[in-house]
């Protein structure tokens, strides 16, 4: 498995950064709601356009989400391990985020896309990141919103699946 590290796609460095307070109890998966994408330079461009418009627009401190998968399963680290994100307001201290990029309400999450993350969970299992019965939602359960897609929220069984 390899991730795409934040000085590999040229991330801003972040404003601040909290630690979570131990391995996460919780995964939320989220989509981006914008254009998937595919290849290492349009998922870059991709991921560059979300950390600016939450830092920007939504005045984030970094990117919001942990980390970041394309339509061609290549994942990269937004947050990473271990620091709290900014995905899942009142829900962000015990969890990770993981967003797929594209619009899941019309897409379909990749086969790719969703090994990858089922071995990042895996991974992230194993390393001690993530607690081995950790619960997964997709960010509608957990707070008023169509993420992460009628799609991908229902392809959501195939990451429990892994684990």
């Not at 590999?8 to 998966?29: C, N, T």
């Not at 989400?65 to 900014?86: I, P």
């Amino acid at each position: 498995m390899n991730i795409v590290s934040r000085q590999q796609w040229g991330a801003v460095a972040p404003k601040q950064k909290d630690s979570l307070e131990g391995p996460a109890q919780r995964v939320v998966i989220h989509h981006t709601a914008l254009q998937s994408c595919k290849g290492l330079a349009e998922c870059t461009d991709g991921v560059l356009s979300i950390q600016k418009l939450h830092m920007d627009e939504r005045h984030f401190d970094d990117i919001g989400y942990n980390f970041l998968v394309g339509g061609d399963g290549s994942l990269f680290e937004g947050r990473g391990w271990g620091v709290m994100g900014a995905h899942t307001k009142g829900h962000n201290g015990d969890s990770l985020g993981i967003a797929f990029m594209g619009n899941f309400n019309n897409d379909t999450p990749s086969k790719e896309a969703i090994l990858s993350v089922k071995q990042l969970l895996m991974s992230g299992v194993l390393q001690g990141f993530i607690q081995p019965e950790f619960a997964l939602y997709g960010h509608k359960d957990l707070g008023a919103t169509q993420c992460p897609g009628e799609n991908l929220y229902a392809a959501l069984s195939q990451l429990r699946s892994s684990t």
